[in-house]
DNA sequence: GTCCATGTTCTTTA
DNA sequence: CTAAAGAACATGGA
């Protein structure tokens, strides 16, 4: 659920709330959002204190006073939220984290679906698993790279974490569009300027979502419990059957990878 | 009851 | 063998 502009503004809000406060209580109420499984989280994070609050990908990444690290991914349904504890407790609350705090300040972690979850890295150097690049930060020719190593469609290979990392199924039709790119265009056939103008539309997509703190759908807040406010200027995601806010043509829905995907057949032409 | 959902990973197919 | 497509995961709302 949540892509960039959504994990992005839980860190920034989470932020200057947790960093630098201590870790009083952990309460993991279902051991299974734990990978790996038999880690004694509690044991390692009680005591100490949060350095560091950061993303990489869609992953929250919380660095300790001794270096150990671990990273909270909200899947398609969760929320971190920070809140008095004495706050009605949502269900589907996995993770209670009691930080050290005048008035008292509790971390949630809730997710009902259960695709999110918590990884342990301690001071593994390396992130787990391939990782693509940042889109915020990528250059073109990198893109470039990446992009002509694949016969897939452009749509899926931009889904890809792999590929380029914290795009998710919002944010990658909002880009092709901006870029003026059908998403069933093989990425390995994208010239080099479309590769340039949908480097270029990732960036600004990602920036205007990112000032209007996200889009909410239906589940997404920041930890605040603040909606995002960016779902009403999407131009193509969600949209189906509504005219393109640029040329009045019918913006249409097909399913691409297992996902649904919006665009205009007549800004963004095969 | 049906279909759909901001994601990832495992399995099957080509 | 590899790349790509498809299914699965779990819950809830329309």
Request: net charge positive.
């Amino acid at each position: 659920m949540p892509e960039l502009p959504e994990v992005q503004t839980v860190v920034n809000t989470l932020r200057p709330r947790v960093r630098g406060r201590t870790i009083r209580d952990v309460r993991l109420t279902r051991d299974d959002v734990l990978t790996p499984a038999g880690v004694d989280f509690a044991r390692l994070i009680e005591g100490r204190t949060v350095a560091e609050i950061s993303r990489r990908a869609k992953r929250i990444v919380f660095t300790l006073d001794d270096g150990q690290r671990f990273y909270i991914h909200l899947g398609m349904s969760g929320r971190l939220t920070v809140q008095p504890p004495d706050d009605p407790l949502p269900r589907h609350t996995h993770l209670l984290i009691g930080l050290d705090a005048e008035p008292a300040l509790e971390l949630r972690f809730t997710d009902p679906r259960r695709f999110g979850g918590i990884w342990w890295l301690g001071v593994a150097p390396d992130e787990d698993g391939v990782v693509g690049p940042e889109p915020l930060t990528v250059r073109p020719a990198q893109l470039a790279r990446r992009l002509a190593r694949t016969t897939r469609a452009i749509k899926n290979a931009l889904l890809d974490q792999s590929v380029i990392a914290g795009l998710g199924n919002i944010y990658v039709d909002e880009s092709l569009f901006a870029a003026g790119i059908h998403p069933l265009t093989p990425a390995n056939t994208l010239t080099t300027e479309q590769v340039k103008g949908l480097n270029r539309a990732i960036k600004s997509t990602l920036r205007r979502a990112l000032r209007h703190r996200g889009s909410t759908l239906r589940d997404y807040r920041d930890a605040d419990g603040n909606a995002g406010g960016f779902q009403s200027l999407h131009r193509v995601y969600g949209r189906a059957g509504e005219p393109c806010r640029a040329c009045r043509s019918a913006i249409q829905r097909i399913v691409l990878g297992g996902r649904s995907t919006h665009f205009c057949g007549n800004c963004q032409p095969r």
